[in-house]
């Protein structure tokens, strides 16, 4: 006889624009399929490959599913099955030991494993407040691109992602959405059907940029100068709106004087790009009504991220190409959301706010915190992380120096987790958490503009349990009295959105868990009329906000770090620049222990121009080495034009102990930051490459 088969109503958990409502078949309390749903008007019924396969990482039979303490070394992954109990004890004695010590000597590190605002950063905040512990900068990912975003329009806001279908030319700006946003690049397939000409601006031929009418291949970091480059064309050639540019912005001459110092003849010698690519595209995009821009953050994981983001954000107030729907531009559309992160967070539990302000810990900076402790820079010694949402020993940026953190014996390290990912090895307690099908969370989206509810689909997988009872759990053993820290997740979601808010067009929050998602009502045209969310509500080309904190107030072009214009000594020991973007067929390191996803995607590759691999005397298929003096790492060489030449590419972020060689390319990345928002810079990277 069939068992019953129950359909459950969910939404993708992870670190993806697209955020798609999921219908989850449900039989003998088991998923057996994840699909798109297609009542939702973003996701129309389609997921993406990684996804469909939910399913297979939920019940995958590595998944934890109980407590585990650790029995070997430091590192090496052994552990024994405890119960729950001995876990909130053990962690509760060694919290309590070190806190009552020094607060700050615990700290948070999370990042987007999950995007739901439950289980991402509620409860787990509000119980690093309570105990007055180190707050985490959250910057891995898209700091310096929201810093561009707050100075120039004043949040992430931007165009609304179903017009693009109706615009006359796309720049596809560091962005390669066929991988990372694919239904995105749904409407952009719309647009060309339409007629619209599709421009890719990216250092790699991309399974995006090969599907472009025209490709841009820029040497990496330097978007902020070709940015300039064109607003040159558009001042020289008066490509401009001068009603626009008089009604809705501010600084046009302060603007002006610095673009004027990019004519296109010295931006095509930085960019390494011919100089009629620059003005060809500025003509066009200055003669288009509807020309919108998809910008992403490949292009802002650079020292001048941040700056680059500004003067690409000014684009369209020149053009005023926002008075069209169709024209404007977006990165995130993650402010659009009324949340209340306060509500959500609650900062004032910490001891003594708002004038005591424990320090913040930079996340990419990780491995220095953990390493060199003591200093000025670091404050107090780190003596207890809790890691949940992260795999920061895959993730993050100068892996040696993380790991060599990780391993230090005097350092208490719980992590939450599905799977004993290369992190959890070096956990003393690893705790098994539920996925998306197994709890509670709402979301907002950076790619579109709906917010969602996910309701559970099936019971824990073993004795799993969400983030916010874990940390439920371990307060209760610590003796927190804080109500705050008890609320149920409902609770939590009911009270993290300001329901007052006009998007939400008088809805509440019955209606939204009635209808599993509500669309934000937002004007189609959002800055057709201006109505930026500046300190001046117009857009900033000049920012009194950066020139009071000391920075430049104009955008310009900062070399990388490591060039041959940021630091020429090094560009001659190491001559290739590296980037290392995201695989079609991972989520950040998340889906690489998926058995048939990492089939597919093969082995970690290194792909690298014709004329570089010949110097070196590298052929297809080579095993190479990759080094600069952070580390190194081996992968097998695919010599192709994908790549321009001086850069090569490896494809990320495998597990290191899924690889052969054990190790992955954040190996050779750096702990710099950007010029604004303090952002990593994994794209900012020289290595050398030889073969073994
Ligand atoms: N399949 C899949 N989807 C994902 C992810 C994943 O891991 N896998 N990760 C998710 C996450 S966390 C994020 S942040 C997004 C990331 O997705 P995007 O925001 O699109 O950013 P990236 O994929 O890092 O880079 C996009 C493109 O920028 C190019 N690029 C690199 N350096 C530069 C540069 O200096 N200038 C320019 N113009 N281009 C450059 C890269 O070659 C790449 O093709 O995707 C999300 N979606
Ligand atoms: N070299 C290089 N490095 C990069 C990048 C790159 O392009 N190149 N990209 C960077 C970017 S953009 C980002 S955003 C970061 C991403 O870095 P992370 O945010 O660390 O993302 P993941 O690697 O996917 O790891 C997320 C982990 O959270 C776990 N998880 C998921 N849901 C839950 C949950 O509900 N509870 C708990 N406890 N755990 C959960 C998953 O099992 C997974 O192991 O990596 C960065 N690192
Ligand atoms: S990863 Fe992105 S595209 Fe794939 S299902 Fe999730 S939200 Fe949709
Ligand atoms: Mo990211």
Partial sequence: MNAPTEFARA?????????????????????????GDPDHPPTQGVLCTKVSRYAERVHHPKRLTTPLKRVGRKGEGSFEPISWDEAFTFAASRLTEITSREPQALLPYSYAGTMGLVQGDSIAQRFFHQLGASRLDRTICAAAGAAGLKYTYGASIGMLTEFFEESELILIWGANPIASNLHFWTRVQEAKRRGARLVAIDPYRSLTAEKCHQHIALRPGTDGAFALGMIHVLIVEDLLDHAYIAGHTLGFDELKARAMTYPPSRVAHICGVEEREIVDLARLYGKTRKAAIRLNYGMQRVRGGGNATRAIACLPSLSGAWRDRAGGLLMSSSGWAPVDAHALQRPDLIPGWPANQPRVVNMNAIGD?????????????????????????????????VAAGFAREDLFTIVLEHFQTDTADYADLLLPATTQLEHFDLHKSYGHTHVMVNQPAIPPVGEALPNTEIFRGIARKMGLQEPALYESDEEVARTALRWSDPAFDGADWDALKQAGWIKLKLPDAPFANGGFRTPSGKCEFVSARLAA????????????????????????????AMISPPARNFLNSSFVNVESLRATEGEPHLDMHPGDAALRNIGEGDIVRVYNDR??????????????????????????????????????????LTDLGGSATFYDCLVEVERV
């Avoid at 000391?550 to 001559?575: F, I, K, M, N, Q």
Wanted: hydrophobic share 40%; net charge neutral; glycine share 8%.
């Fill in 11 to 35: 939404v993708c958990p992870h670190d993806c624009p697209d955020t798609c409502a999921m219908r989850v078949t449900v039989e003998k309390g088991r998923a057996i399929k994840v699909a």
């Fill in 369 to 401: 915190a953990l390493l060199h402790p003591g200093n000025d820079v670091f404050g107090p010694k780190i003596e207890a992380l809790i890691v949940y949402n992260s795999n920061p020993v895959a993730v993050a940026p100068d892996s040696e120096c």
């Fill in 549 to 576: 904190e000391g920075a430049d107030p104009v955008p310009d072009y900062l070399p990388p770090h490591e060039s041959t214009d940021g630091a020429p000594e090094l560009a001659a020991r190491y001559p290739l």
């Fill in 631 to 672: 580390g190194s790492m081996q992968v097998r060489a695919r010599v192709t034009d994908r790549a321009r030449r001086g850069v090569v590419v490896g494809l990320s972020i495998w597990w290191k102990k899924l690889a052969p060689d054990g190790r992955n390319a954040n190996q050779v990345t750096s702990q710099a």
